[in-house]
């Protein structure tokens, strides 16, 4: 009996357990998603360096050559004066005067209507020889160098009226004068000519005037007895040698000519002074042998 209501009281507890877990698994839902949570709020701190940081990024740059305190830069008259180098750079390559229309095909002018502008700025340029009168009246232009030299003969007459010999520099020369560096190495291999050059490139750096008839060549006998001569390579062994030839060298320490060293005699001195009372010399006595000895 006690068996039987074991078993009996062991299978009805299985299947009330089954019968629970059968309602507990139908009865659970899926949980929601937990609402996201709320972003903190921006401190007015960083809203105001955002908003500085967003104003240095929109803020446009300042051009460089901006001057406040000249009018504005419309950029009209900086090409215009642009232009105005371009073509005195162009005149540079120009041996001969050309006319302006020649100088405005060169160039690339945009406002057509800045031709009289060009025009009268070319007329006045202190680097532009204008004649008025070239071409029929229609007039021409030409650079005007600092020296008035274009070609080897106008520069051997330039050279001659000089009243120094301070010489002139080839870098100014070029200017106006395309031909320039050839022209120099002619008259220098011609003996009219005395050139320094530059160490670098060998080019022409500073000419002078040259008289090819103060110019002697040397016997090529005594060139070669000059060379034979060699000098000692020691300074010790040369200064020797001179002094051996009875010559001063120039390294010699001279020695100090010591003067006179006798004693001069020493003058007696001369009791000087005025004798005064001459007047009374007849009534006063002299007592002076009186005065008593030391």
Known sequence: MSSEFLAKQMAAFASEAKSASTKVSQKRTTAPNPAPRPSPAPSTASIASKAAVDLKRKRPETPVHVVYSQPADTG?????????????????????????????????????????????ILSAHAKVEYDPSGLGGKGVYRFRPPHNVRSADELEAYLQRQTTAQGI?????????????????????????????????????????????LQHDVDEEFRELWYKVKPPVETADLRAQLVEFGLTPTSQVKAVVQGNTREKKKKASRRGGKTTNTHMLSILKDYSHKRPVK
């Open 169 to 213: 520099q080839v870098k100014e020369l070029k200017e106006g004068w395309p031909g320039a560096l050839d022209a120099i190495d002619a008259l220098e291999a011609q003996g009219k000519l005395l050139v320094t050059r530059n160490k670098k490139d060998n080019t022409a750096k500073m000419v002078w005037p040259n008289d090819p008839s």
């Open 76 to 120: 009209t008259g900086r090409n215009l004066m642009t232009q105005v180098t371009y073509a005195v750079e162009y005149l540079k390559t120009k041996e001969k005067a050309i006319s302006f229309q020649d100088i405005f095909d060169y160039l690339s002018v945009p406002n057509p209507e800045d031709r009289s502008t060009l025009e009268n």
